[in-house]
């Protein structure tokens, strides 16, 4: 039994409980936002964007199963971005061996063949085409009904080095480390790693580029 009286007696047990409560508010407030934050990693620094736009980059590489899986995903939720929203693919090429491959996504893009990306993808994961040297991927544009010298001129040519350098900076301000990874903002990168799959993903990407807008 308690020694203090019973009106101050009830008064320090509301005041427990009552501080309890605050705490555990506290704990479950600070859970959210912890578990908020696994699924995305910020940029440090954040990279500098077009002012009054929302930069959405999407990191990948043709000889990526899981972008393979996630490209087409993409390419429905883009449709419904946001009208401030900007858009663009980002072909990573981590070492030497993969740069043909970012080659031919800026040559396909010069040509405005945007149209063969996917089947890029389709050729080296469904049909496995092993389309990784300069002379594999011209041989296969010219299957795809190309030019192979329009081609082959395009994909050397000043225009493809440069964006293929963008890229390349791109990918090091980002320290991006994996593909497919999603980058919203200058600020935030996402990838199935952090968010925990493929469509949880574009969902956490999508609840940045609304963060990133209000």
């Given at each position: ?107 396909l893009q010069a040509l405005g063949r945007e149209d063969l990306h996917p089947e890029v993808f389709n050729a080296i994961h469904s049909d496995g085409k092993r389309i990784f040297t300069k002379e594999a991927i011209v041989d296969w544009a ?73």
């Open positions: 039994m308690s020694g203090l009286p019973p009106d101050l007696s009830s008064r320090s047990f509301k005041l427990k409980s009552i501080v309890k409560l605050f705490a555990a508010a506290i704990f479950a407030v600070s859970g959210s936002v912890a578990f908020a934050q696994e699924t995305y990693v910020n940029v440090n620094p954040p990279q500098p964007t077009e002012p009054g736009k929302i930069e959405v980059l999407e990191f990948f590489s043709y000889g990526c199963p899981h972008c393979a899986v996630l490209e087409p995903m993409v390419a429905e939720w883009k449709k419904d971005l946001p009208s401030d929203v900007t858009f663009s693919s980002v072909p990573v090429a981590f070492n030497a061996g993969m740069k043909p491959l970012q080659q031919l996504f800026y040559t010219a299957s795809q009904g190309l030019d192979r010298s329009a081609f082959l001129a395009t994909m050397d040519s000043f225009g493809v080095a440069s964006k293929m350098t963008r890229a390349d900076q791109l990918v090091e301000g980002y320290v991006i480390r994996g593909t497919p990874s999603i980058a919203v903002d200058g600020r935030f990168v996402t990838s199935p790693t952090e968010a925990g799959g493929y469509q949880q993903t574009l969902e956490v990407a999508s609840e940045l580029i609304e963060r990133a807008g209000s």
